[in-house]
């Protein structure tokens, strides 16, 4: 699943000599956790599993509402609020996940400010394509991004990592060169690979084309089994000429987040032969994805005011109790 990285080596070798470490790992409240985010979740979830590492995870509720993602401050918020949980749900351990909604946490904008010295509107132009007409809380949110990736450092994590997807390179490049030239370590960097949507498109909310991970079994089993294939017209061609699993989305999601090297290509060969046909290799992938999203509604239902309350972070004056009542995240 991973492509590529930047100081990926370095971020190892500290963290295998027992240098305190983290992973930085956004989430946007604008949209729900699909199977394009499995991937980073898993490779952060092992890296905690694994080695014990803190998860800092902050939700850009501010960036969704300055971008127009959503309508109102309330709104990212409550989904803010209601990702946290379905966070956890996921598998991460409360203890050393730190979420942070920046409304709830606003200390960040601390950080922020101080970065902000450090990002001219002409980097911002460049890198984000802002224009002299987009708001300015646009061009600010580049330094909130900055503080969000240094901010374990500022608690003596100074080994960072994190796991996004090449589109998100330019962001980070603006980070590292912050963090920089503010005397902090650049954070390493790794790149998980492009998935398509189902319909063998780019993935994008808009298009309806991901599978959600709390969606109905119904719905998922809809969506899979209309995926684009790389199957011939008819079982006679197929076994014939067999399919063509570099273009087939079930056989990418099972490639590249539910199998090992050996399995997958074991499975590429007798999708090659004609032997497995594209509707076997879709229930496999629906197999798989119901045992995965079974587990995690069943954890979600498990989350409760204790757990979001060790992983929110939030300002001394903020009650999390009432914001979880008020926006009916336990419902």
Excluded at 19 to 39: K, T
Excluded at 169 to 189: F, I, M, Q, S, W
């Amino acid at each position: 699943m991973l492509s590529s990285h930047r100081d990926f080596d370095l971020f190892y070798s500290r963290l295998l000599k027992g240098q305190r470490s983290a992973i930085v790992s956004g989430l946007n409240p604008s949209g729900f956790f699909h199977i394009g985010h499995v991937g980073v979740f898993d490779t952060n979830l092992f890296f905690q599993k694994e080695y014990g590492i803190e998860v800092y995870a902050p939700i850009s509720d501010d960036e969704s509402y300055v971008a127009g993602k959503i309508k109102s401050q309330e709104e990212g918020i409550r989904n803010g609020l209601r990702l946290a949980r379905e966070y956890l749900a996921y598998g991460f351990d409360p203890k050393k996940t730190h979420i942070i909604i920046d409304q709830i946490y606003t200390n960040i904008y601390n950080l922020a400010i101080k970065f902000a010295r450090g990002i001219t509107l002409s980097t911002n132009m460049a890198v984000y394509g802002y224009t002299h007409s987009d708001n300015i809380g646009l061009n600010f949110y580049p330094a909130v991004q900055s503080a969000h990736v240094v901010f374990p450092e500022t608690v003596g994590m100074r080994n960072v990592l994190v796991p996004i997807g090449p589109d998100e390179d330019p962001h980070l490049r603006v980070a590292r060169d912050v963090a920089e030239k503010y005397g902090y370590e650049k954070p390493a960097v790794l790149h998980s690979r492009f998935l398509p949507g189902l319909d063998g498109r780019k993935m994008s909310k808009s298009k309806g084309n991901a599978v959600y991970l709390f969606e109905d079994e119904g719905a998922m089993k809809k969506k899979i089994y209309s995926a684009f294939s790389g199957g011939r017209s008819s079982i006679e061609e197929h076994r014939a000429l067999g399919g063509i699993p570099e273009i087939d989305v079930a056989y990418m999601y099972l490639k590249y987040l539910f199998l090992d090297p050996e399995d997958a290509e074991a499975l590429s060969k007798e999708y090659k032969s004609g032997r497995l046909l594209s509707g076997e290799l879709k229930k496999m992938l629906y197999d798989k994805v119901i045992e995965k999203t079974s587990r995690i509604k069943e954890n979600y239902s498990k989350i409760g005011k204790r757990e979001l309350s060790q992983a929110i972070m939030r300002n001394d004056d903020v009650d999390l109790d009432e914001l979880i009542d008020r926006y009916g995240v336990l419902q």
